[in-house]
């Protein structure tokens, strides 16, 4: 079964105000094997266990847990997609497929995805940096036994040709309700487009941004070292941030009453409706979040973005139940989850000056 909780679920970390999650995946493949695409059932098994083998000799890698997906119910396996640890492409096709994970799932690896290894690090707020380390540290312990198909000229060879080169994808999850409030979303995010940087929704490439919630990531995986990719790419979130920030004093100073009508609104939403689906759900957190990092309201917990929007997806809802759940009950039991998390309590309202928007004027 698969362990509660991402480290990054947890919230917290740098500028978690705005930044979510940082992430780092390299694509590595195997020499000498075809693909996943093109490999036959016995190739993806041997590669399969050439990997777990080379994870469970190579100590500097850590103490790690290994899941084989067709072992895993399919609950766990949708479960993995929610927490960001794994793609539905992967479990998809569970056979000769797995998921390598460390202690507090802040690393995994990916076996048999659309690359032999996808290595992954993923940690709370932004922290790019940290996150390509842990990667790198995973990456060369696995390489201490394995060898990668790596052209002199080309660098890491993989099966998406958007991903040769570094094979590194780097992405960041971020908060942007007062630039989706204030209509600058799209002349932002279409500025940095050009850059680039590529951004998507809540789940990667073909998703929607549900619950103000946007991936920002690196397009060019070729001819630039890993370090410049991020240097990059921290440069554009930072100004992402900046807009983001501008446009929260901006709805302080110009509509201050608007904006807490409707966030004490989307509170007693939260805090009293009896079903409520998915994506109204993160509507309403990303609302509530927003007021707790204005000061509006001081008794938002700390993780309201993160364990609580994720352990109200369906399948952690169905695995709390210990049943396969019905949409209707789904929602029923969201409903109850949330409001159970918010203790009954009033909402209770930040005083003039307490808010970010006030200190920094």
Not at 40 to 48: T, Y
Not at 189 to 207: D, P
Not at 299 to 304: A, K, Q, R, S, T
Request: charged content about 25%; some cysteine; hydrophobic content about 45%.
């Amino acid at each position: 079964m698969l362990k509660d909780g991402a480290l990054w679920v947890s919230g917290g970390g740098p500028d978690s105000d705005i930044v979510v999650s940082s992430r780092v995946r390299l694509a590595r493949n195997l020499a000498g094997v075809p693909f996943p695409n093109r490999a036959k059932a016995g190739q993806l098994e041997a590669v399969l266990e050439k990997i777990l083998h080379a994870v469970e000799s190579t100590p500097s890698i850590g103490p790690v847990e290994m899941l084989r997906l067709a072992k895993m119910s399919a609950v766990d396996r949708q479960i993995a997609v929610e927490e960001h640890l794994t793609s539905p492409q992967h479990i998809s096709e569970p056979a000769g497929r797995a998921l390598v994970l460390n202690r507090d799932n802040s690393m995994c690896i990916m076996i048999n995805e659309e690359d032999h290894l996808r290595i992954q690090a993923i940690l709370p707020g932004f922290q790019l940096d940290q996150a390509l380390r842990l990667a790198w540290a995973a990456d060369d312990a696995v390489e201490e036994t394995i060898d990668y198909a790596f052209d002199a000229e080309l660098g890491y060879l993989a099966a998406c040709p958007t991903n040769v080169g570094t094979g590194m994808r780097a992405s960041v999850m971020l908060h942007l309700p007062a630039l989706a409030a204030t209509n600058m979303i799209g002349q932002v995010l279409g500025a940095v487009s050009k850059v680039g940087v590529a951004v998507r929704g809540i789940y990667g490439e073909g998703t929607d941004a549900v619950g103000n919630l946007f991936q920002v990531s690196n397009q060019v995986t070729m001819g630039r070292a890993e370090e410049e990719i991020i240097a990059h790419l921290r440069a554009i979130v930072k100004q992402i941030m900046d807009s983001e920030r501008a446009a929260r004093r901006a709805l302080m100073n110009d509509a201050r009453m608007q904006l807490e009508d409707k966030i004490f609104r989307s509170y007693g939403l939260l805090t009293n409706a009896r079903l409520m689906p998915s994506e109204e759900a993160l509507r309403l957190i990303s609302d509530v979040k927003l007021g707790g990092d204005l000061g509006l309201i001081t008794n938002v917990p700390e993780d309201l973005l993160t364990r609580v929007s994720v352990n109200t997806m369906p399948a952690h809802i169905q695995r709390s139940a210990g049943r396969e759940l019905s949409v209707w009950e789904r929602d029923l039991a969201r409903a109850a989850m949330i409001r159970e998390r918010f203790g009954g309590q009033a909402p209770k309202r930040g005083r003039p000056g307490d808010s970010a928007a006030d200190k920094e004027e």
